[in-house]
């Protein structure tokens, strides 16, 4: 069953070229079973019509503050309490200027001032616009108030010039709202505390890397990278500037993220301290141990009756372990993984120490546990207060909860 099922969202759309995109939005949240309600205000009738939004959202769609029969029968304060979560795209300059300020003279600007409940923004501008201070001050007041963002990508605007300010993609928003809504509440409680890591220069690594043997041949792992990126988008969701170190996976990149995709541990390594200073670093990638010394600039190829070549090994660098010890630019809080196949937690304990990290998150990931590729895991959260034994729960789940505890963790050091 979808997580999205039951859910109430209020879909604001202000006045932009993106708007067309919302229209696939609301169909999305229609089929995985959410309620979507949806103000347009006087410049997004210029772009997608009243009656294209009632009709897939299956609702009325409210536009005049002071409609008699509008007020009378469902008010702004209402539209704005009867959701479960807010989403404003496309979210335009001015309308984020509006929020910021406080200013409420239409029905959306209102029904945004008057919410109690969580907003998602999915700004959509000309890239000069996007990039003015008054639109990056804007967001920042924001996001120091709870306001969550996913977006904008860089492309070609409609204007016909070229860098960030397109809105995000349907899909990529719809992702963002599931973020909200988990099975245990665990998403829950992040969704509250969203706004907590604003501030917060964050790093995730995720996913396998793979080090060529030759052309068509690598050394590599079976991780999916799904907990990485739960990760990456859990803390993001709570307003920290995150950026994303991601070996080849088959996952879109979380939203809100800033993503640079690697392929081998040498490559990661450098993106890694090139992201450098942060103040918490998450080393969720399973980095491959080895690397060939000299990979063959051609295929190897089988020879009939003869030997199997031999393949040399050297160490790769210690990712873990290098930005542990990285002197005045090493991070607040460091964290590392350690996928173990048996004497989970000794075996955590001991690479805790021995990497001088400040935590290790440990998780089973034999053949039995199906935690490589699948959407569930059972960790344990090793620390030099001790260790945590979490009951089993989805990779999102175990994203929220660690990004809570990272919040705590934080709260409590100096900067």
Not at 236 to 244: E, S
């Amino acid at each position: 069953m979808s997580g999205l099922r039951g859910k109430r969202i209020l879909l604001v759309i202000a006045g932009g070229i993106a708007a067309y995109k919302c229209l696939l939005l609301i169909r999305r949240l229609r089929e995985h079973g959410a309620a979507v309600r949806c103000i347009l205000t006087a410049a997004g009738t210029q772009f997608v019509t009243p009656l294209s939004v009632a009709a897939l959202s299956e609702d009325k769609v409210y536009s005049e503050l002071f409609s008699l029969t509008d007020e009378h029968e469902m008010g702004h304060i209402r539209l704005s309490r009867e959701a479960d979560l807010v989403v404003v795209a496309p979210a335009t300059a001015d309308l984020l200027a509006r929020m910021s300020a406080g200013i409420a003279d239409d029905l959306a600007s209102t029904a945004l001032l008057a919410t109690d409940k969580p907003v998602l923004v999915a700004p959509a501008m000309n890239v000069r616009m996007w990039q003015h201070p008054a639109t990056q001050a804007n967001l920042a007041t924001l996001k120091q108030r709870g306001v969550v963002s996913v977006g904008p990508n860089a492309g070609e605007m409609a204007c016909g010039e070229w860098g960030p300010g397109r809105m995000a993609e349907a899909e990529e928003i719809l992702a963002a709202i599931e973020m909200f809504f988990s099975q245990t509440g665990f998403g829950q409680t992040a969704l509250v505390q969203t706004g907590r890591l604003a501030g917060v220069r964050a790093l995730v690594t995720s996913g396998p890397t793979r080090e060529p043997i030759d052309p068509v041949r690598y050394i590599s792992n079976h991780s999916s990278g799904r907990q990485g990126h739960a990760i990456a988008a859990a803390i993001a969701g709570l307003g920290a500037d995150t950026v994303l170190v991601c070996g080849p996976t088959a996952l879109a990149h979380p939203p809100g993220v800033t993503a640079r995709q690697v392929e081998t541990a040498s490559e990661m390594l450098c993106a890694c301290e090139d992201s450098l200073p942060v103040d918490v670093a998450v080393c969720a990638a399973a980095v491959s141990d080895w690397r060939v010394v000299q990979a063959a600039l051609q295929k190897m190829k089988k020879t009939p009756g003869a030997a199997p070549p031999v393949l040399e090994l050297t160490e790769n660098p210690d990712i873990l372990a290098t930005l542990s010890g990285h002197g005045e630019r090493r991070p607040r809080l460091v964290i590392g993984f350690a996928a173990e196949t048996t004497r989970i937690v000794e075996y955590a304990h001991a690479k805790r120490i021995r990497k001088g990290c400040d935590w290790i998150v440990a998780n089973d990931v034999s053949t039995a546990s199906g935690t490589f590729g699948g959407e569930h895991n059972t960790v344990h959260l090793i620390t030099a207060d001790g260790i945590e034994d979490w009951p089993p729960m989805s990779k999102h789940d175990v994203a929220a909860r660690l990004a809570l505890r990272i919040a705590d963790a934080l709260d409590g050091m100096p900067r």
